[in-house]
């Protein structure tokens, strides 16, 4: 946890320093909503969504609309799944996390080139799991005592190679991603 915690301080002041630094004249009437992120990256099961405690890819979905000026929301869903053994048997488990993302974009304040959005985000949501069993598997089936509510914090970027597509990378406390922006 804290790897992750210096990580996110060095990228923003990374990201407040170089914004800075590359500044332009911006718009900044610019929407950030109606955009169709699609993303892939890794995630620690162990604390995010209270499952596995290892890493693994993980597919993500949202969509992003505005809300008030450099405020958006974004209902989301995201897919994980994985194999694993419990008292020698195995089994495979599922996760769908759903929820939504609230992003507030700094752009105005770092005066950021047209090209740079920068954000930071809170998610919450919960998860819907579903197990498989190994054939004679007679144990307790039910032996995760994880709270499918989740919060999650975000720190992340989008660079515009045009007006309808971006690349994105978004850092969090549970599930990072990169992925593509389709404005």
């Known amino acids: ?11 923003s002041i990374f990201l407040i320093f170089g914004a800075n630094l590359s500044a332009q004249n911006k718009n900044y009437s ?58 020698n048997y195995g089994y495979r488990e599922s996760v769908i996390p759903i929820g939504v993302k609230g992003s507030y974009y700094f752009d105005e304040i770092l005066n950021a080139n047209s090209n740079w959005d920068f954000y930071l985000a809170g ?17 307790n089936k039910d032996y995760r005592t994880a709270n499918p509510l989740f919060l999650d914090l975000h ?14 990378l978004d850092l969090s406390t549970g599930v990072s991603t990169v992925g593509l922006a389709i404005h």
């Open 1 to 11: 946890m804290k790897k992750r915690i210096l990580t996110l301080a060095l990228l």
């Open 30 to 87: 610019e929407n950030h909503g109606g955009a169709l992120n699609l993303g892939l990256g890794i995630g620690g099961y162990g604390g995010y969504y209270g499952y596995y405690g290892r890493t693994l890819p993980v597919f993500s979905l949202n969509y992003e609309f505005d809300v008030a000026n450099n405020f958006t929301l974004a209902p989301f869903i995201t897919f994980v799944s994985y194999h694993d053994y419990y008292n």
């Open 123 to 139: 998610s919450l949501g919960f998860s819907i799991v579903k197990t498989s069993w190994d054939d004679g598997y007679q144990g």
């Open 155 to 168: 720190i992340g970027t989008e660079y515009h190679l045009s007006n309808r597509v971006g690349l994105f």
